[in-house]
């Protein structure tokens, strides 16, 4: 292909990915005051506040963009993946569809975990506060780019079975490695799930964090082993 043809792929890809997320972005809006109450409810919180008169259209129009972007990934990754594939041989094909997958799926259970969290999560770092003195009163931008943060974060920390799949495929770590380092991960591991579950019961709701991780680092373990690596 020529380089004028590469950039009207490009061009393509990229109208359809926009196209897409200005769509889900749009129907997010119809449901984003819904959403919105979802969340409060979820959080625990009474409700939230905004101090400005653009305050609760900014929030849901925040709120909006953010769930567009989460409905619109399938097609922005087709598009991505329909544009990087020609240039791929048929063996690395095989692989960088399936970790796009694994990365997808990993990063929604990671935010689907933060919700599951979150209200011990909010209940925690809000009562450090002294209540004779300090009154919580969450704003709207605040909790929602508060609450982007941590599911992003969550996101992130279960990227681990991914990104050890890919460094033990690359060679750069094997499955004796991760295996003789067994106390360290799994000591590391559960400081991560007692940091990113505050508070509240110290064994069993850190646990909902720990078994997951510990569970991807035991199966990557495995599979690197079982494919000799």
């Known amino acids: 292909m020529t380089i004028i043809e590469h950039l009207e792929d490009l061009r393509r890809a990229l109208a359809i990915g926009a196209g897409a997320w200005l769509l889900a972005t749009v129907a997010a809006w119809f449901f984003s005051a819904d959403l919105l109450r979802f969340i409060v409810h979820r959080a625990g919180l009474p409700t939230l506040v905004y101090l400005d008169v653009t305050g609760g259209f900014?929030?849901?129009?925040?709120?909006?963009?953010?769930?567009?972007?989460?409905l619109a990934s399938p097609a922005i990754f087709w598009q991505l993946w329909w544009f990087i594939s020609p240039g791929l041989h048929t063996s690395e094909k095989r692989v960088v569809l399936p970790l796009i997958g694994a990365t997808t799926f990993f990063f929604l259970l990671g935010v689907a975990l933060c919700f599951y969290t979150l209200p011990l999560i909010v209940h925690v770092l809000s009562g450090f506060a002294p209540r004779d003195a300090l009154q919580f009163l969450p704003s709207g931008d605040a909790f929602l780019s508060f609450l982007l943060g941590l599911s992003i974060a969550f996101g992130l920390v279960f990227q681990l079975p991914v990104v050890l799949w890919t460094l033990g495929m690359m060679g750069v770590i094997s499955?004796?490695?991760?295996?003789?380092?067994?106390?360290?991960?799994?000591?590391?591991?559960g400081l991560l799930a007692n940091f990113m579950t505050p508070g509240g019961d110290p064994l069993v709701t850190p646990l909902v964090v720990f078994v997951p991780l510990v569970s991807f680092y035991l199966g990557v373990t495995l599979v690197l082993r079982l494919s000799g690596r």
């Open 58 to 70: 900014m929030i849901q129009l925040e709120l909006a963009i953010a769930a567009g972007t989460l």
């Open 175 to 189: 499955s004796s490695w991760l295996w003789r380092n067994r106390f360290y991960w799994v000591s590391g591991l």
